[in-house]
């Protein structure tokens, strides 16, 4: 579990492709690696991966073919900056919001403008994930924690004050570029509930 707090970015070093998974080796520093080991989870852009390797600079992970195709990872580069938290300890503050590391989906930046002192990011509303993704909820973009601002019928936007510009990759996106996206675990509970409530009402009604 995690909060939506970056800790730093880290840098894409090596992406070893192999028949049926895919090795990630990402640079990072020595303060969030000093007692991560192999086998503890890390979120990079918002995914939750596990250890396989690790040095005093770098750590290796290893990504599953549905977890490749399904995130930004399958478009990442050498050199990239990635967003990278370590996962919640239960002694810890909660001051994001509850982050599991599962995607639920891609989306496109739309729009970026500047706001006064904050960042105005707008991007595709995916027709699956509607009713998920509301004003002033929560919402999670390349690992983020962010509240969403605005929803339109095909759109829906964030706004980033300076830290979260500066401290994270969202700050040097372009246009046409995707993000990772986990909606908010809660609404997607009720969403469910809903459905599913709507197709037992619909059974007793006929």
């Given at each position: 579990?995690?909060?939506?707090?970056?800790?730093?970015?880290?840098?894409?070093?090596?992406?070893?492709?192999?028949?049926?998974?895919?090795?990630?080796?990402?640079?990072?520093?020595?303060?969030?690696?000093?007692?991560?080991?192999?086998?503890?989870?890390?979120?990079?852009?918002?995914?939750?991966?596990?250890a396989?390797?690790?040095?005093?600079?770098?750590?290796?992970?290893?990504?599953?073919?549905?977890?490749?195709?399904?995130?930004?990872?399958?478009?990442?580069?050498?050199?990239?900056?990635?967003?990278?938290?370590?996962?919640?300890?239960?002694?810890?503050?909660?001051?994001?919001?509850?982050?599991?590391?599962?995607?639920?989906?891609?989306?496109?930046?739309?729009?970026?403008?500047?706001?006064?002192n904050?960042?105005?990011?707008?991007?595709d509303?995916?027709?699956?994930?509607?009713?998920?993704?509301?004003?002033?909820?929560?919402?999670?973009?390349?690992?983020?924690?962010?509240?969403?601002t605005?929803?339109?019928?095909?759109?829906?936007?964030?706004?980033?004050?300076?830290?979260?510009?500066?401290?994270?990759?969202?700050?040097?996106?372009?246009?046409?570029?995707?993000?990772?996206?986990?909606?908010?675990?809660?609404?997607?509970y009720?969403?469910?509930?809903?459905?599913?409530t709507?197709?037992?009402?619909?059974?007793?009604?006929?």
């Open positions: 579990m995690f909060t939506g707090l970056i800790q730093e970015q880290g840098k894409i070093l090596k992406v070893n492709r192999k028949a049926d998974t895919v090795q990630l080796t990402c640079q990072a520093s020595e303060k969030i690696l000093a007692d991560y080991q192999i086998g503890d989870s890390m979120a990079i852009n918002g995914v939750c991966l596990t396989i390797a690790k040095t005093n600079s770098h750590f290796t992970v290893d990504i599953m073919p549905e977890t490749f195709y399904r995130t930004t990872f399958s478009k990442l580069k050498i050199n990239d900056q990635v967003n990278l938290e370590r996962a919640l300890s239960f002694h810890g503050r909660l001051e994001g919001h509850l982050v599991s590391g599962h995607i639920d989906t891609t989306v496109r930046l739309i729009e970026k403008r500047n706001h006064e904050a960042l105005i990011l707008t991007f509303y995916p027709k699956d994930q509607q009713g998920e993704i509301i004003p002033q909820g929560s919402i999670a973009i390349n690992g983020v924690s962010l509240t969403v605005d929803v339109q019928a095909r759109s829906f936007s964030v706004s980033l004050i300076p830290h979260s510009k500066d401290q994270t990759n969202l700050g040097t996106l372009n246009r046409g570029e995707y993000v990772n996206v986990e909606t908010d675990m809660i609404g997607k009720i969403k469910a509930q809903a459905h599913l709507d197709k037992v009402t619909g059974g007793f009604l006929q």
